[in-house]
């Protein structure tokens, strides 16, 4: 995972940006431009062409509908090629243009298939690793694709989310800490991800007072030094539930969070609407 390259300094690696449609989130994509600048990596614009939707509008009966829903369309396949090309060429050009302003190195690849399938194949293809940066805002009815991507990418160091209403970057970065020997190389990421004279936030999570107890005297321990050489505000949480979490979160309005997924922040077990509502910075999540 990031945390892991961080902690031993490894640079060059890459940020696949998957793209779906022509209003990507900004802040997911300065979200990975960020990450790309702090470790010296290179960006990947890949853009899927939904196989599915494709043999979808081969069917005559098959027609598009408005979101509004007042206006309908037959679709044609060639047409929908074409249109696709046209997003690819019209994100290209955009993806081009950022990184160039902000000296990244960057390279476009547009495949056909499974969204999934695409990003997971991307991954493995070129290293020494990899971040993966979801550039649509993810709702909670999309979360099937985040256990999706986290059960099948096995090359991949961390996932850059963002929810409906995720528009800034400014603020504390926020460790949200459920395992302490991940302490150690997250705080390596948070000392390179957050801006000059930003606060590190932990935010420790667990089921009962008595873990959180034992949890905290773990933690001094693994920082050891580190807890005086950075400005740590350490916050205790001793109730897991999602919505507690997520108020947590909100109240403390950082500007990038690092977590890891599978946990009491974010499971397929546990509903993302509440912390997907109230998240106005990136998430990065670690598998």
């Known amino acids: 995972?990031?945390?892991?390259?961080?902690?031993?300094?490894?640079?060059?690696?890459?940020?696949?940006?998957?793209?779906?449609?022509?209003?990507?989130?900004?802040?997911?994509?300065n979200a990975?431009?960020?990450?790309?600048?702090?470790?010296?990596?290179?960006?990947e614009g890949l853009l899927v062409e939904q196989s599915e939707l494709l043999d979808s509008a081969s069917y005559p009966f098959t027609c598009e509908i408005s979101p509004n829903g007042l206006q309908t369309r037959n679709l044609d396949a060639k047409q929908l090629a074409c249109d696709m090309r046209r997003l690819a060429l019209s994100m290209r050009k955009r993806l081009r243009r950022q990184t160039e302003h902000k000296s990244i190195p960057c390279r476009f690849n547009i495949v056909r298939g499974d969204p999934v399938d695409a990003i997971a194949k991307a991954c493995q293809t070129s290293g020494p690793w990899n971040v993966v940066a979801l550039a649509d805002a993810l709702d909670a009815a999309e979360l099937h694709?985040?256990?999706?991507?986290?059960?099948?990418?096995?090359?991949?160091?961390?996932?850059?989310?963002?929810?409906p209403k995720t528009a800034k970057m400014s603020g504390p970065?926020?460790?949200?800490?459920e395992q302490v020997e991940r302490l150690p190389a997250m705080l390596k990421t948070a000392e390179r991800l957050k801006d000059q004279g930003a606060d590190i936030i932990l935010l420790?999570?667990?089921?009962?007072?008595?873990?959180?107890?034992?949890?905290?005297?773990?933690?001094?321990l693994a920082l050891g030094p580190d807890l005086a050489k950075i400005a740590?505000?350490?916050?205790?949480?001793?109730?897991?539930?999602?919505?507690?979490?997520?108020?947590?979160?909100?109240?403390?309005?950082?500007?990038?969070i690092i977590g890891q997924f599978g946990?009491?922040?974010?499971?397929?077990?546990?509903?993302a609407k509440d912390l997907l509502n109230i998240m106005r910075c990136p998430l990065l999540l670690t598998p």
Do not use: W
């Open 204 to 220: 420790m999570i667990t089921s009962s007072e008595e873990q959180l107890l034992l949890m905290e005297g773990q933690m001094r």
């Open 173 to 177: 970065i926020i460790i949200v800490a």
């Open 263 to 271: 946990g009491l922040l974010l499971s397929q077990d546990n509903s």
């Open 145 to 163: 694709k985040l256990n999706r991507l986290f059960a099948t990418l096995t090359n991949t160091t961390g996932v850059v989310v963002c929810g």
């Open 232 to 256: 740590l505000v350490i916050t205790e949480l001793t109730r897991g539930e999602p919505k507690v979490v997520a108020e947590a979160l909100r109240r403390l309005d950082g500007g990038f």
């Open 1 to 29: 995972m990031i945390t892991h390259v961080a902690s031993a300094g490894e640079n060059g690696g890459r940020v696949i940006i998957q793209l779906r449609h022509a209003s990507p989130n900004q802040t997911a994509l």
């Open 32 to 43: 990975a431009y960020r990450i790309a600048q702090v470790f010296g990596s290179e960006i």
